[in-house]
């Protein structure tokens, strides 16, 4: 099952915030965040975990709801390096160890200046 | 660079042919992802090798196959190609680390079907 991201595309200023939603219709086990920049391959963010573990990166954080099976990707004062379409990857609960990411269909974010 | 290659970074074809792409993983890993990108569209995911061995299918087309040989290395092969095909393909490979799998994704070969 496919997680649903919104929004769809948003379009921020330098130095304004956003929050990037990925929301999953069955229980996970981890969400996975990417961003991609155009015509280049998905760099890994960060991981979140049942349980509330986290492994990511120094300026981006996010949160994990396990009661709304919902994460959230949380970008504070953009830098127009932010640019890029952001995934998150799913990883079901009842998965069997080292399964695939079932990804969003992105998040498209432009920073201007 | 995240440490996994693909070759070739660019390929153009015409409809009916066959190509073969190219993935290496990072080094020590043994999982090997395939995914699809087309134009606006998210990631696909395609085929899961683990040590040689085929783990998952996604929405892998039956004109598509893949392999992973002894030495870690994966090919995907697509054959009678349409121009739907066109498209970016990615491999992953992962890493298990602290209790989760972190997939790390090659620059990609883009696909061009003409």
């Known amino acids: 099952q496919q997680p649903v991201q919104s929004p769809q595309a948003v379009i921020l200023r330098e130095g304004e915030d956003a929050v990037i939603n990925c929301s999953s219709s069955k229980a996970l086990y981890s969400v996975h965040w990417y961003r991609q920049k155009h015509g280049e391959a998905p760099v890994f963010l960060m991981i979140l975990l049942k349980g509330g573990e986290q492994k990511g990166h120094e300026k981006i954080s996010a949160s994990f709801n396990e009661k709304k099976q919902q994460s959230s990707l949380y970008l504070t004062a953009s830098q127009l390096s932010y640019s890029g379409t952001y995934f998150c990857g799913t990883v079901a609960r009842d998965h069997s160890g080292n399964t695939p990411l079932v990804f969003g269909k992105g998040t498209r974010l432009s920073v201007i200046a | 660079d995240s440490g996994v290659t693909q070759t070739p970074k660019h390929l153009i074809t015409a409809t009916g042919q066959r190509v073969t792409l190219r993935c290496s993983p990072r080094?020590?890993?043994?999982?090997v992802y395939w995914y699809q990108q087309s134009l606006d569209q998210g990631l696909q995911f395609l085929i899961h090798y683990y040590n040689g061995e085929e783990r998952a299918k996604g929405n892998i087309l039956e004109r598509f196959s893949a392999q992973q040989f002894p030495d870690l290395h994966s090919e995907l092969n697509l054959s009678s190609l349409e121009l739907g095909d066109s498209a970016l393909y990615f491999c992953a490979s992962s890493v298990f680390t602290g209790g989760f799998y972190e997939q790390y994704f090659g620059p990609g070969t883009r696909l061009t079907v003409t």
């Open positions: 080094s020590g890993d043994l999982s």
